[in-house]
């Protein structure tokens, strides 16, 4: 197998070995070889399975769309762009119909064990808006809390008082995720209600007063939530797949 052309460089030929050293050296290796096992598994799927089927139409006008788009509906045109970019028009409509195979594959896989995993993950996809006043010490901010109850202005006192950077946007923060927030924290404002003063709330040796500006709950309604959802099952299924296989670098 050495002697296996791999590829050719200033008309010199270098070997699968040569290749595989290079990719070593570098630290690509192993990569490298992910790369391939991921094509494996997923080529495997799309040849095995009978759930994906995608109808032939739906290749069809992906591919009028594409061309529309992008000013190729003339025949030279098109002719062109396929031979800049290496493609012929099976290879281009092979990759496009692979696309769809593709995604349908991740759907049919992750369909089932979504809902399960949004409620795993739902924590870390809440987000809430939130201002805060950090000062140095409980009496500051019991103080800065009366003032507030009788009427003084949030944005006003966290512009004079507070210690962190985003005083200067009014104590303002976020989005940020439920996940991340502190428990104490987290248990605080996950039972206030919008515009409700929470604290103070000692943190890391710091005392802060805190306003639900808004909460935003994640829901699987949301596309795009759903589509990165999806990703990371699909990665998180395909890693398992790649952990049962039987793997030999073989390279004399």
Known sequence: ME????????????SIGQAVKYLQNSGKLGQFIGDILRQYVI????????????SPALTEQAI??????????????????LQNNG?????????VALG???????????EPKLPEYFIERKIFLDRVVISRIIV?????????????????????????????????????MGPVSRGTLPD?????????????IVGPIEL?????????????????EDTQLKQALQNELFEKWLAEKIQKLTVKLQVN
Do not use: C
């Open 136 to 172: 140095d010490n409980r009496e500051l901010a019991e103080e800065l809390q009366a003032q507030i109850e009788e009427g003084a202005s949030f944005e006003a006192l966290a512009r004079e008082y507070s210690l962190t950077e985003d005083r200067i946007v009014n104590g303002m």
């Open 3 to 14: 002697s296996s052309s791999f590829l050719n460089i200033d008309e010199q030929p270098i």
């Open 204 to 220: 890391e040796e710091r005392y802060g007063l805190f306003r639900v500006e808004q909460i935003l709950p994640a829901s699987l």
């Open 87 to 95: 493609k012929d028009y099976d290879s281009f409509h092979a990759s």
């Open 184 to 196: 104490t924290l987290r248990a605080a404002i996950d039972v206030a209600r919008p515009m409700e």
């Open 43 to 54: 080529e495997k799927e799309l040849k095995t399975r009978e759930d994906i089927a995608i």
């Open 64 to 81: 009028i769309d594409f061309r529309l788009k992008n000013q190729l509906t003339d025949p030279k045109s098109f002719q062109e762009w």
């Open 100 to 110: 769809f195979k593709l995604e349908k594959l991740k759907a049919v896989v992750t």
